[in-house]
């Protein structure tokens, strides 16, 4: 790079100064961003005849493409008059222009001049021709508000004597505001300048941030107006406020240029990765999402539901990663998952990474176990004999909290975090680098110098970076042979039994040891449409969801989730303070209300799909489905065990209580839709299923007849057969008295309510398969639910469907839309929550638990058709 000092600031030429690169990528990033250019000097070089400057074919791409990009906004403010501005410039509305200083936002400006203030213009432009006149060469520039004195190309004495007069003359008048220029002075009987149209533009459109970039000395009332994260771009000498300097307009249109990629890649999430690719981690926990080259994308800490430390997959690298690559680059051979665990090989020739999520470590001692790692340990262990590349770039609070890395003895201190963590890395030589103004490590190891393996330990809750006594084979041993004993003890099916056993053991993963709790999916805002809105947070638990979530693993013979689940939701129902059926449809992890749904709009999101939200509005929603699921669950777990626990005898009464007292109110329905409640078919049905299951459970199981329940059951029966019907689509709907369908209405037939054989059932079976069903996929609903854009087919629609189609002698049809739901799994097996059949990829959070209980249950209902 060549620099020259003039006036006290570099002028860079050639290459691009990396701390103004650095400070493009920044502002690159914000959410609302202001770009302001002046005209000449800047987009247009400078010229003897200001009539025939033309802005660089480079600063009129860069301007357009950046004036197309969302949540960008453009201007040229200059001091030419406006008409003259857009007829020189030529550029397309979408991007703003500003003449005169400031003065002149839109064309008829000057209809708004009071008459007084006329008449001083028309002074001035009077006094302003007698100077010209006695001045030769001397030009004036005419302009709504004002009028600029040209003494470019003059004799300097002329020049000089010229402004001169226009200072002692028409620049003493009232109500006159004086610019200076390089070679000009303009006055104006309008008080305003570059500065404060700049300040205008910004409070108009809500700009997080401004680039401001100008050669002239009336530009400096802009750049001391910039402030907080704005950025400033000086062109050629002078002395100036702007915080950067680059040589000549060519320059500035690189800038520009290297602007318009880094915003665009921001936006759109260039490369995203397929959602259904990503594979987990978990430790019953939290959770970690790893990419195909062993990436970790997503990782929150301390429970799921917390802020994330590594959320690139919202928010590309400067949300925060861990990357692992071999130095010569090249495509993973493959990603696996060992069998029946949660650890991850992503494999390379020469390179093995594995990768899992490790419980704190504990030694007994005579006074008990011992914490000794501090909370879970995300462990990389690197194999093979090639040169690696490393970088860790850990970002706190979804990226809003500045950390320092600190390398110290065998690893790194994160410093400037509230929860503290350490990533130890024994014999790895870190280089701390700015990026963004965020701190990142980079390092190359050799791991053939290094006897063939290393290992890193992202500590969380410690700081510690003392050697793990236990040797790294036996922890992983150790690690792994919880979820290998588990998977063994499983009843799993022959129909698809590995992908069947990944289901279970990623429903398991979702689940979290300390509070029963189980998530609806690892992630927040995975897009149901690229591009679109329909993000959503589903790092809780829904009741409904958890419910499902454990009664499939019931099925396969595992009770543990399900009885801490059900003492979760014993605790949620204590605190409502004796009123069950005010129930919340979804909780935190520790069982508490969510916070109010906001947004993180410094995260672009994945693919560009925004806005990424935190906490989820459908807590304050009435669903009165949830109750349905926790009695069923109930039922299959007294079933299996024999028996029932005091506490869940104590969650069912509840659930009934709380279907008696609200079952005949229209509700929000199961798909959450932020439109006014309605008697939904889905909602009645569970309700009905509530008292069914009870009274099942006190059949079975001891409990006293209750036959209060017996006629509140039948009911809702007759009042969902009968209402719930649509005479003219010969189906039930959505909702009482709604034509249109919906895919959760099998459950007037799923759930026993109808048998297989009902007409119609039969006859509604038939009519969402026609209205719903395209290819592998169902659809929930085609309905109009207030949100713009589309979905993707829903996998537990897929399965109720698949279900369905057994129910009513369909086996040929259920086996085939299987095989093609089993499809659409990524490569290590996991599902998202829906699929696109048109562009064949994965949408939605993920992995997701719905999809995943879904294909159990459909894989165990078919395995008992085979053995029948």
């Not at 005209?39 to 009129?60: H, K």
């Not at 503290?420 to 110098?449: C, H, I, M, R, T």
């Not at 109110?665 to 009645?684: C, N, T």
Request: aromatic share 6%.
């Amino acid at each position: 790079m060549n620099t020259s000092v003039n006036d006290g600031a570099a002028i860079t030429t050639g290459v691009m100064d990396p701390e103004l690169r650095s400070a493009i990528g920044r502002i690159a990033r914000v959410p609302q961003l202001l770009i302001a250019c002046d005209y000449d000097g800047t987009l247009a070089p400078i010229v003897e005849d200001p009539s025939t400057a033309v802005p660089l074919p480079e600063s009129v791409a860069a301007i357009r493409a950046l004036a197309a990009l969302p949540q960008t906004t453009v201007a040229v403010v200059s001091g030419r008059a406006l008409r003259d501005l857009a007829a020189l410039s030529r550029l397309p509305s979408e991007v703003h222009l500003v003449g005169s200083h400031g003065s002149e936002f839109d064309i008829g400006f000057v209809e708004r001049l009071s008459p007084e203030l006329v008449a001083v213009r028309n002074r001035v432009r009077d006094a302003l021709r007698e100077i010209a006149a006695e001045h030769p060469g001397i030009r004036l520039e005419r302009k709504p508000a004002s009028v600029a004195v040209h003494t470019r190309g003059v004799d300097p004495q002329i020049a000089a004597a010229a402004i001169e007069a226009v200072r002692n003359g028409p620049a003493t008048f009232d109500d006159v505001t004086v610019t200076q220029g390089k070679e000009v002075i303009e006055l104006s009987v309008v008080a305003t300048h570059k500065g404060t149209a700049v300040d205008q533009l910004r409070t108009q459109l809500a700009a997080s941030a401004v680039l401001f970039i100008g050669d002239d000395v009336t530009d400096e009332n802009a750049f001391g107006n910039l402030h907080g994260p704005d950025l400033g771009i000086k062109i050629g000498p002078g002395d100036t406020q702007a915080g950067y300097r680059v040589a000549e307009p060519l320059e500035a249109a690189r800038a520009l240029g290297l602007l318009l990629e880094t915003r665009r890649h921001w936006l759109f999430g260039e490369r995203a990765v397929p959602i259904e690719r990503h594979s987990m981690l978990s430790n019953g926990r939290t959770v970690a999402l790893l990419t195909p080259d062993a990436k970790v994308s997503w990782l929150c800490h301390p429970k799921p539901d917390s802020a994330a430390i590594f959320a690139d997959l919202v928010g590309g690298s400067p949300a925060g990663h861990f990357s692992i690559t071999p130095e010569r680059g090249g495509i993973p051979l493959g990603q696996r998952y060992r069998s029946g665990t949660m650890t991850v090989e992503t494999r390379w020739s020469g390179l093995t990474v594995t990768d899992w999520l490790d419980k704190p470590a504990r030694e007994t001692t005579p006074d008990g176990p011992v914490v000794v790692t501090g909370d879970s340990t995300l462990i990389r262990v690197l194999t093979g004999s090639g040169r690696v590349r490393l970088e860790f770039a850990p970002r706190p609070e979804f990226g809003q909290v500045a950390v320092q890395l600190q390398p110290l003895g065998d690893g790194l201190l994160v410093l400037g975090s509230n929860e503290p963590f350490a990533l130890y890395s024994p014999g790895v030589e870190w280089q701390v680098g700015n990026d963004g103004g965020y701190e990142n490590a980079k390092a190359v190891v050799d791991l053939s110098a290094a006897g063939g393996q290393i290992v890193l330990e992202l500590r969380f809750g410690t700081h510690s970076l003392e050697h793990h006594r236990v040797p790294i084979h036996d922890r992983q041993a150790a690690a792994e042979q919880p979820w290998k004993d588990w998977v063994a003890s499983l009843r799993l099916p022959s129909t698809s039994r590995d992908l069947v056993a990944r289901s279970a053991l990623t429903l398991r993963g979702l689940c979290h040891e300390a509070t029963g709790s189980i998530l609806a999916a690892a992630t927040t805002s995975l897009p149901e449409e690229l591009g679109g809105v329909r993000n959503w947070d589903y790092r809780y638990c829904w009741l409904r969801d958890a419910a499902l979530t454990a009664r499939a693993l019931v099925d396969l013979g595992s009770i543990e989730e399900a009885e801490g689940f059900l003492r979760w939701v014993d605790g949620c129902i204590e605190r409502t303070g004796g009123h069950p059926e005010r129930l919340h449809p979804l909780y935190t992890i520790d069982g508490y209300e969510l916070g109010a749904e906001a947004v993180i709009d410094t995260l672009p999101g994945y693919a560009g799909s925004r806005p990424v939200r935190v906490g989820n509005l459908a807590n304050h929603q009435l669903q009165l489905d949830v109750f349905g699921p926790i009695a069923d669950l109930i039922a299959a777990v007294a079933d299996a065990r024999g028996s029932v626990r005091e506490d869940e005898w104590r969650v069912l009464d509840n659930m009934v209580e709380a279907v008696r007292r609200r079952w005949h109110e229209p509700d929000h329905g199961i798909w959450e839709a932020r439109l006014p409640p309605r008697h939904h078919i889905f909602s009645k049905v569970m309700c009905w299923m509530t008292v069914d299951r009870a009274l099942h459970v006190m059949r079975q199981h001891g409990g006293e007849d209750r036959p209060e329940w017996k006629d509140l059951r039948d009911r809702i029966a007759a009042n969902v057969l009968e209402h719930g019907w649509h005479e003219e689509v010969e189906a039930y709907s959505v909702a009482y008295g709604d034509e249109d369908m919906d895919a959760s209405s099998l459950w007037i037939g799923l759930s026993g309510l109808l048998p297989g054989d009902d007409p119609r059932f039969l006859s509604t079976v038939l009519r969402i398969e026609a209205d719903l069903r395209s290819g592998p996929v169902v659809y929930r609903y085609h309905w109009d639910d207030g949100l713009p854009g589309r979905e993707g087919g829903f996998h537990i629609c897929t399965a109720w469907l698949i279900e369905a189609y057994l129910r009513t002698g369909r086996r040929t049809d259920a086996e085939e839309l299987f095989a093609q739901m089993v499809l659409t799994a990524g490569p290590t097996g996991l599902l998202p929550e829906q699929y696109d059949p048109l562009a064949e990829r994965g949408l939605g959070n993920h992995p997701q638990a719905y999809s995943h209980l879904g294909l159990i249950r459909c894989a165990l209902l078919l395995d008992n058709m085979l053995k029948q």
